[in-house]
Every structure is written in structure tokens, then in C-alpha cells.
């Protein structure tokens, strides 16, 4: 079945950087376009960046362009989320996404908390 794992959240101070992974398994990764989605308290949740099976095709969502980095391993079957000088309204909880034939396959989402 699938399953993805997201990992690399925590505590940042604004300004600061934090490196999310998603490790993936059940699907042909390799062929899988891979999304970051994130949702903060009382709203809802967002698409943040997406890559296509080669990478060649990134998009973002506007607030985060210039800030954050998505990137894939297809050997590790690992989508990445690098994200730099972290704002407080990137605080979420920021999950991995695979959809396939319409549906939708989440991780358990991983908690960023950008603070002094």
C-alpha cells in the first residue's frame, strides 16, 4: 500500500531554515509527480510546491518563491522541502502528497513552528 513518511519538522526561530523529507513506498516513485501541501490552525490547507518525475517542472506557491526548495531522489524515493528564511505564517503542519487516479494519498504531516 502507500505510505508516505514525512520527517525534518520542529522549532525554528524566524529567519531560520529547516529541511523536510518525505520517503515514499507503495508506487512507482520515480514516475509520481510529488506535492508539499501545508495546513496552519484554522485553515485550510495549501499546496506549497510541486515537482514533476524529473524535476524539471517546479512550481511553487507564490509567498514561498525565493524561500523554499522542492527536490526529489528518485534512487531514495525521497521528496525534499528546503525551506530558508522561515516566516511565523509558515507555521503548519506540512504534508507529502501522491495522487493517483484522482486520489489522494497523505502522509501523517510533520509540524514546522517558526517562533521567537
Known amino acids: 500500500q502507500v505510505q508516505l513518511v514525512e520527517s525534518g519538522g520542529g522549532l525554528v526561530q524566524p529567519g531560520g531554515s529547516l529541511r523536510l523529507s518525505c520517503t515514499a513506498s507503495g508506487f512507482t516513485f520515480s514516475t509520481a509527480v510529488m506535492r508539499w501541501y501545508r495546513q496552519a490552525p484554522g485553515k485550510e490547507r495549501e499546496l506549497v510546491a510541486s515537482?514533476?518525475?524529473?524535476?524539471?517542472?517546479?512550481n511553487y506557491l507564490d509567498s514561498v518563491k525565493g524561500r523554499f526548495t522542492i527536490s526529489r531522489d528518485n534512487a531514495k524515493n525521497t521528496v525534499y522541502l528546503q525551506m530558508n528564511s522561515l516566516k511565523p505564517e509558515d507555521t503548519a503542519v506540512y504534508y507529502c502528497n501522491y495522487r493517483r487516479f484522482s486520489i489522494d494519498y497523505w502522509g501523517t504531516g510533520t509540524q514546522v513552528t517558526v517562533s521567537s
Open positions: 515537482i514533476s518525475t524529473f524535476g524539471n517542472n517546479i
